[in-house]
């Protein structure tokens, strides 16, 4: 049982993943997607390169086609580890479409 530490109130943790904000929780986020997410992508598309900071990924690739194959591709790894990815949060986007003047970035 843990209390919080706002109101005091016990609250039930049902021993799934890490505290929201805990110290380890970075860690072993970063831990598990570098076997998890980044040797693979290094194995099954050794063309596309990507940066990751934590659990936020961006990949860099060429069509808009090239780019929804290997989301799906992702999409696929993700699920098979028991991840999602974030519905809003998760796009293709061109940075080569100006948008008033401006590329987007």
């Not at 063309?47 to 086609?65: E, L, M």
């Not at 999602?84 to 008033?100: M, P, Q």
Request: contains cysteine.
């Amino acid at each position: 049982m843990l209390r919080s530490e706002r109101d005091g109130r016990a609250m039930q943790k049902d021993g799934k993943g890490t505290p929201q904000g805990g110290v380890v929780s970075p860690l072993l986020a970063n831990l598990f997607l570098h076997y998890e997410f980044d040797k693979w992508i290094e194995v099954h598309h050794k063309n596309v390169s990507f940066v990751r900071y934590a659990d936020d990924i961006i990949v860099h690739w060429g069509t808009k086609s090239e780019a929804e194959e290997l989301l799906s591709s992702i999409d696929a790894r993700m699920r098979s580890c028991h991840l999602r990815l974030h519905e809003t949060k998760t796009k293709i986007v061109s940075v080569r479409k100006a948008i008033n003047g401006q590329a987007m970035m």
